[in-house]
């Protein structure tokens, strides 16, 4: 049990009730400085409660160390190590990188320059790629926009056969972004993405033929996509004919899902399209939208 007293006017006394009582006894002032070294300590926790929300870099050995993009499966110590004491030539990927580590900063109010600065930390000094074995990356809910796709996308072809599942909804992606984002996946000759979620932005139906294009043009990307997600977006009709001709075609080999919910510019005609080319195709794509269309 512990109390503070006022003795005098310019001191106090710290109180311990122990088996026997301590009495210590201070100026006044030190109270003051106490309190401020207080408030002063409460204010940069919380400081790094909120850096910790998002992606932060590291120094360490007289330069940043991307350790925000290293996980338990992703890098190891001996590896990282190596790497961040400028081994003159380290292994160009992890021994032990695991296909399924993930990276999400969902919802982690992460704007276009922070993204811009957790970019240009997948290279190390010597412009090696660090960002090796992740499966899956998710940015959803973050105002990205068209800067911040900018940036993602030679971390996205550099990343290679290792991404499967992609999460940009959310994020204030027009149909800019699309194209942008759409020939990063086509230079990705070896690419496996599996899952591409983009709903809730801002695509229209010049975003839906940048997809459509992309699995024309991309052998890896018409084979490996199963699920598209446009849902939430503004695509309208032309969009939906464009895709469905795809499907009908085979450009997504192996689909499993696309989702087209919530497109109010897309009407009964172009849905029934979309769900033509599903049933053509095999049926075995399945169309996940608002409404119930017959054939």
């Not at 450009?251 to 989702?259: D, E, F, I, S, Y």
């Amino acid at each position: 049990m512990a109390a503070v007293t006022c003795t005098r006017p310019s001191e106090f006394s710290l109180i311990l009730n122990l088996p026997i009582e301590l009495i210590f006894t201070f100026p006044l002032q030190a109270l003051a400085r106490l309190a401020c070294c207080c408030s002063y300590l409460a204010e940069s926790l919380q400081e790094q409660i909120e850096a910790a929300r998002r992606p932060t870099l590291l120094q360490g050995l007289a330069k940043k160390v991307p350790s925000f993009l290293v996980s338990a499966g992703a890098l190891s110590i001996e590896w990282d190590a190596m790497r961040v004491a400028g081994e003159a030539h380290p292994p160009s990927a992890p021994p032990n990188a695991s296909l399924g580590s993930r990276l999400m900063w969902d919802r982690a109010a992460l704007d276009a320059y922070e993204l811009e600065e957790a970019a240009a930390a997948a290279w190390d000094n010597n412009g090696r790629f660090v960002a090796h074995g992740f499966s899956v990356v998710g940015l959803s809910g973050n105002p990205i926009g068209r800067r911040g796709v900018q940036a993602l996308c030679p971390v996205i072809k550099a990343m290679g056969s290792s991404l499967c599942d992609l999460q940009l909804q959310a994020c204030a992606i027009d149909d800019h972004c699309v194209v942008v984002l759409c020939n990063a996946l086509q230079g990705v000759h070896n690419g496996a993405l599996q899952r591409l979620w983009l709903g809730s932005n801002d695509i229209g139906d010049g975003g839906c033929g940048a997809i459509v294009s992309a699995l024309e043009h991309s052998a890896a990307l018409s084979r490996s996509l199963q699920v598209l997600s446009l849902g939430d977006n503004r695509i309208g009709d032309v969009g939906a004919h464009a895709l469905a001709t795809a499907i009908a075609t085979g450009r997504m080999q192996n689909g499993k899902q696309l989702w087209i919910a919530g497109n109010p510019r897309m009407t009964i005609a172009g849905q029934a399209a979309l769900a033509r080319a599903c049933v053509d195709w095999g049926g075995l794509l399945q169309l996940i939208t608002t409404v119930h269309v017959e054939m």
